[in-house]
């Protein structure tokens, strides 16, 4: 856009012309007035007008910054004081669950029938039930402090699956298992509890059943100086009645009605 020029001379009330063009950055106009003082007043107010419009147009601008960094859910994100609340970080195992080594199974069949230190009625006796399922019951687990799991080994009889001898066997560095615990009485059954081997003998008077002894005794063995000691000793006394008799259970009582 071209500046407004015009030729007229001297103080008349129409004023002097406006010379030269826009600037650059369009904020008004440059040059002085030629004419008289009248003339040269009206050139400030288009300058004051020009600089005034470029202030609101930097407001405006500055005002859509400030609404678009508002919350809102769009736009710029969010700014607010940093959080305290403390992140969790989960620190992974060391150890793999399924690289853990499986306990390694023996042959306890092979290991009593071998075993110098069990006595030849049991081993003389050790058959087969039914098939080839034989009368023993097998345990797992740390007794002694070895390379590897610990075995109990308890035997049974097939007829009434009463116990008749209770062995434990640690393992040796080179793979084989060595004898360190014997005990062969009736009614007697050994289990692991908590690195203990606990052993429970039944006690029968002259007159009980199989089924229905008198008592028991429970006794808990520590492994410590390479050999188990007695660490603890329950007796239990059972009721002798129960089982003795043939009588019927009492009949149901009607429910009280109101």
């Not at 692991?192 to 606990?198: A, H, M, T």
Request: hydrophobic share 30%; charged share 20%; aromatic share 6%.
């Amino acid at each position: 856009m071209r500046g407004l020029t015009g030729s007229g001379e001297g103080g008349g009330g129409s004023g002097g012309p406006l010379t030269g063009g826009p600037t650059g950055d369009g904020t008004g106009f440059t040059g002085g007035p030629t004419g008289d003082k009248t003339g040269g007043g009206r050139r400030p107010r288009l300058t004051t007008w020009a600089a005034s419009s470029t202030a609101l147009a930097g407001l405006a601008a500055f005002g859509l910054f400030a609404v678009s960094c508002s919350t809102g859910g769009t736009g710029t994100r969010d700014e607010g004081p940093a959080g305290t609340q403390p992140v969790a970080q989960v620190t992974p195992s060391a150890t793999d669950p399924s690289a853990a080594r499986p306990t390694p199974r023996v042959d306890a069949v092979g290991l009593l029938k071998a075993d110098s230190g069990v006595s030849e009625r049991v081993r003389s006796d050790l058959r087969p039930c039914t098939g080839d399922e034989y009368p023993v019951d097998t345990s797992y687990g740390t007794l002694t402090g070895g390379p590897s799991a610990d075995v109990v080994v308890n035997v049974m009889t097939c007829g009434d699956s009463v116990g008749v001898g209770t062995y434990v066997y640690r393992p040796r560095p080179d793979g084989t298992y060595e004898n360190v615990f014997t005990i062969e009485q009736p009614a007697v059954y050994g289990t692991i509890d908590r690195g203990d081997l606990v052993v429970t003998t039944q006690v029968y008077g002259k007159k009980d059943a199989v089924a229905y002894p008198s008592g028991e005794e429970v006794i808990t063995y520590h492994w410590a100086n390479t050999r188990f000691s007695e660490q603890d000793r329950v007796h239990n006394d059972f009721n002798r009645a129960v089982g003795a008799g043939d009588g019927d259970f009492p009949a149901p009582a009607e429910p009280t009605r109101n």
